[in-house]
């Protein structure tokens, strides 16, 4: 089974500051994706990033990028140049490529962007 | 193009009572996983369901079933209502292509208050 650990329930940031959230997860797997979802106040679940595991190099997303550390089994969220915008609960998640389509999600870090 | 919907926003339910929820996919989706996401959690897969059947399911009890219609749409029901069933049910739509899920659309949820 997998599991994903968000340690940081709550940061908060100046705006314009940038901000970065931590994920590690634990799995056996070799294929997998990992995903950064974002949760605002409206709770609409929004797709922010994904990585492929297969993928050396770090996705990026305008404003948003990852760190991804296959080894140390670790994936970091950045958000440069935050907005009031990015105010919301953020979940790192781990979804297997093969066999098993379900996500795992962590506990989620709820990040405040401070005016 | 409409993003994956989801009914009724709220319910308001007693101890015992039955309860549906629906949802209706992303155009051109063919995927439909549901979630349920207590409060200050990460969501928590139930099932999912492709071609009108169940493909995976989550830990829940035999109370949580659902059902995919012709069209892909999907309901969710839970029997026996328990207190701790209180929760956010997401619903997310994807596409499977080549035996392959891909990205997960999620809707906006839908408020289950049990008392």
């Known amino acids: 089974a997998q599991t994903v650990t968000q340690s940081q329930p709550e940061m908060s940031v100046q705006e314009a500051e940038t901000v970065t959230l931590s994920c590690t997860y634990d799995?056996?797997?070799?294929?997998?994706?990992l995903f950064w979802y974002k949760q605002p106040p409206s709770r609409q679940m929004i797709l922010v990033i994904r990585?492929?595991?297969?993928?050396?190099q770090n996705a990026t997303e305008n404003r948003f990028s990852v760190n991804f550390q296959k080894a140390a089994k670790s994936f970091s969220l950045k958000i440069s140049d935050s907005q009031l915008g990015d105010t919301a609960m953020y979940f790192c998640?781990?979804?297997?490529?093969?066999?098993?389509?379900?996500?795992?999600f962590g506990t989620g870090t709820r990040l405040t962007i401070i005016p | 193009d409409a993003g994956v919907t989801q009914s009724p926003t709220h319910l308001i339910k007693t101890r015992g009572q039955q309860v549906t929820l629906r949802c209706s996919p992303k155009?051109?989706?063919?995927?439909v996983s549901w979630y349920q996401q207590a409060l200050g959690q990460g969501p928590q897969f139930i099932f999912q369901?492709?071609?009108?059947?169940?493909?995976q399911r989550g830990n829940f009890p035999d109370r949580f079933s659902g059902h995919q219609f012709p069209n892909y749409s999907s309901e969710l029901n839970v029997n026996a209502l328990l207190l701790g069933d209180s929760a956010l049910y997401l619903c997310?739509?994807?596409?499977?292509?080549?035996?392959?899920?891909?990205?997960?659309?999620f809707g906006p949820g839908t408020r289950l208050t049990v008392t």
């Open positions: 997310a739509s994807s596409l499977t292509l080549d035996r392959e899920v891909h990205e997960q659309y």
């Open positions: 799995t056996s797997e070799n294929n997998y994706y």
């Open positions: 990585q492929e595991a297969y993928k050396q």
């Open positions: 998640a781990f979804m297997k490529i093969f066999g098993n389509e379900k996500l795992t």
């Open positions: 155009s051109g989706h063919d995927t």
């Open positions: 369901y492709y071609e009108e059947e169940e493909r």
